[in-house]
């Protein structure tokens, strides 16, 4: 089904991309369109955790439809998933992370995509995946229409995607910057899939 795009990646870097396995940690703006164009490229693996459920609010800017209102984002997106590549594996986990199950969670990917919302969960996130060697890319800065360049930082282990001023608590989230945000993500993703590092962008 997606064999004329995958086609423009050699056979090993294919063979890379369909073994690998990622994390991304929350389903809505950014870990949903994170995790479709992460599937579009032909990463075979993918984690989804989430304890949200779809609200018609979330269609602004989230990968979802009327029709997933009211079903829990990870089952949801699951679907989507498994309906444009039905080969792939979507571990979708319903449940809320927290300071007591995340570490148990990291060992299950290899690189993880922080996509959560609420700041002091991030930050947790991020400092505990660090903490235990993974990979992570997080956001930060993505509210609002226009507005500032977005860049990646390299801290460590960590990558940070965004435009490092905006606050989404001042400047609403719309789609257009979110996916742009989320693109990142899975760029930044795909780079240290298939080389090994992650370049800064500033």
């Not at 369909?18 to 990463?43: C, E, K, Q, T, Y």
């Not at 969960?121 to 993974?134: C, E, I, Q, V």
């Not at 960590?158 to 996916?179: C, E, K, N, Q």
Request: charged share 20%; aromatic share 4%; proline share 5%.
């Amino acid at each position: 089904m997606l064999e004329g795009v995958l086609s423009s990646f050699s056979p090993k870097d294919r063979q890379r991309l369909s073994s690998a396995r990622i994390g991304i940690a929350g389903a809505g703006g950014l870990g949903s369109h994170a995790a479709m164009m992460l599937a579009r490229s032909g990463v075979g693996h993918i984690l989804i955790v989430d304890g949200d459920r779809v609200e018609a609010s979330n269609l602004n800017r989230q990968h979802y439809f009327p029709v997933h209102v009211g079903r829990p984002k990870v089952e949801a997106l699951a679907g989507q998933l498994l309906a444009l590549n039905p080969a792939m594996e979507v571990d979708a986990r319903n449940m809320w992370l927290n300071e007591e199950n995340i570490p148990a969670l990291l060992p299950e990917a290899e690189l993880w995509i922080e996509a959560l919302d609420k700041a002091e969960t991030k930050a947790r996130f991020a400092a505990l995946a660090s903490a235990a060697g993974k990979p992570v890319i997080c956001a930060s800065g993505m509210g609002g229409i226009g507005g500032f360049a977005m860049k990646r930082r390299n801290i460590g282990r960590m990558t940070v995607v965004g435009d490092f001023r905006s606050d989404v608590a001042s400047l609403p989230p719309f789609a257009p910057r979110v996916m742009q945000c989320a693109a990142m993500q899975a760029d930044a993703a795909l780079e240290w899939l298939l080389t090994g590092t992650i370049k800064e962008l500033l």
